[in-house]
């Protein structure tokens, strides 16, 4: 009987605790303060992703300017105004455009980017860049081409002389005169070297040089210990550029002519096509 009365009780009471949380649920100021619990928390969320939103200027871009062409003042001022930053990152002499101005950027112009963004700079200098010349003598032939590279210089002509010392370098040369290590030289300049040619008459099978722009031809040239010639460009080429991107069509002596190794190989270039699938 006890027992049956304890029941009672405890679903009495059960019945009576979701009465008034119901109850307390219905009241004005509980729907109020829920309200204004759901309204805060809502808030919070969209101020935090807003003010992200502008730290990280999300959705926002500009358009790079095209810096080409300006001088330092103009691309400050430019910059300034994009609230951009820049910085130079290269400077060369012997280039295309006007001197003291920026004649490449990375990003491009038009590139999208947002505000603060470094724009990479490469100006013309109106000097040029000058370094000290190097020591290539008592090396080889392929090590002294390397270092050139190193240091922004280029090879030159070759001549070889009797020497034991085959393919080293006996004397480095500058516009025909003999330029002694630490003197001040234009960088990019080209640099003519003295060669051993041993003590024995080597000869050398001559390349086929058809088909090859001047730099491959040179290349060529070294690889099979041979001296560049004359150069000679017909009628289709008129600017330096051209020259560049000219190929040879006529060689002497002709390809697989025996000659002894430092001897030079005169070349024919051109642009027209006809020309060097006629002689290929």
């Known amino acids: 009987m ?20 119901i109850t307390t649920i219905k009241t004005k100021v509980f729907i109020i303060n829920l309200v204004v ?43 300034a105004d994009r609230n951009l930053e820049f910085k130079i990152v290269d400077s060369v002499y012997d ?41 290539f003598t008592g090396v080889s032939l392929i090590q002294a081409k390397a270092d050139m590279e190193t240091y922004g210089l280029k090879l030159g002509k070759l001549k070889y002389i009797p020497d034991i010392a085959t393919n080293n370098v006996l004397e480095q040369m500058y516009k025909g005169k003999p330029i002694a290590p630490g003197t001040f030289i234009e960088s990019g300049a080209a640099i003519d070297l003295v060669l051993g040619l041993g003590q024995s008459d080597k000869a050398t099978l001559v390349p086929d040089f ?12 070294l690889e099979n210990s041979l001296s560049m010639g004359v150069l000679i460009y017909d009628e289709s080429v008129v600017s330096s550029a051209d020259s560049v991107d000219a190929m040879v069509w006529k060689q002497s002596p002709a390809k697989d002519s025996r000659l002894t190794i430092g001897s030079p190989v005169d070349l024919w270039l051109t642009l027209d096509m006809n020309k060097i699938d006629a002689n290929r």
Request: glycine letters at 6%.
């Open 2 to 21: 006890e027992e049956q009365e304890l029941k009672e009780q405890e679903i009495i009471e059960k019945q009576s605790f979701w009465k008034k949380l």
């Open 95 to 135: 280039a295309p455009g006007k001197k003291g101005t920026v004649i490449a950027q990375t990003p491009p112009a038009g590139f999208k980017v947002k505000e603060g963004r470094t724009i990479l700079l490469t100006t013309k200098t109106y000097e040029p860049k000058r370094i000290l010349m190097p020591d």
């Open 210 to 221: 058809i088909g090859l722009n001047k730099e491959q031809a040179a290349q060529t040239c």
């Open 37 to 79: 619990s759901i309204a805060v928390v809502a808030f919070l969320f969209t101020a935090t992703f807003y003010w992200l939103d502008i730290i990280t200027h999300h959705g926002e871009s500009l358009s790079v300017p095209d810096f080409t062409g300006m001088s330092m003042e103009q691309v400050k001022k430019v910059a």
